[in-house]
């Protein structure tokens, strides 16, 4: 697990912290990101992503992938959730300790089975340093769609 984190936060960590110390945020703001900026967790199932709609990320491949993306907030406890299409699909949102050098991962958040629907999954509140942003991973169904994701 480790290793999925310091592949998705390492190339992102300097880009986000200049985002954030241009963007002042409030506990009462929320920070929102489009499923688009999601990319495939393993390099290979690139090809199986492709942009739906003006801000969601479809799976095109018939197995379910990895997919993930981080999102700066400032210091402190931040309740997050993603809004996802399908009947199938997993996600979870990760954070670091104080030091860094360990992750805290939040619950695995499943859709609910049925007819695939537009739901929006709990991923349990994180607890975030302003240098190091809260990980948001799914493991997107076939069909299934990333529309946005949020941390408040």
């Known amino acids: 697990m480790f290793a999925r984190i310091a592949t998705c936060l390492t190339p992102v960590l300097l880009a986000s912290l200049a985002g954030v110390a241009s963007t002042p945020l409030t506990a009462e703001s929320a920070t929102n990101g489009g499923g688009v900026v999601m990319k495939a967790l393993y390099p290979g199932d690139a090809s199986c992503f492709a942009v739906n709609s003006w801000s969601g990320i479809v799976n095109n491949c018939a197995t379910a992938r990895w997919i993930s993306t981080t999102l700066p907030v400032p210091t402190g406890w931040h309740g997050t959730n993603m809004t996802v299409y399908g009947n199938s699909t997993m996600c979870h949102t990760v954070s670091t300790n104080g030091v860094g ?52």
């Open 101 to 152: 050098n360990a992750a805290h991962q939040g619950p695995d958040t499943w859709t609910l089975s049925g007819p695939k629907n537009w739901q929006t999954l709990n991923t349990g509140d994180r607890y975030a340093w302003d240098w190091s942003p809260v990980l948001f991973e799914c493991l997107l169904e076939s069909g299934g769609i990333v529309g946005g994701f949020t941390a408040l």
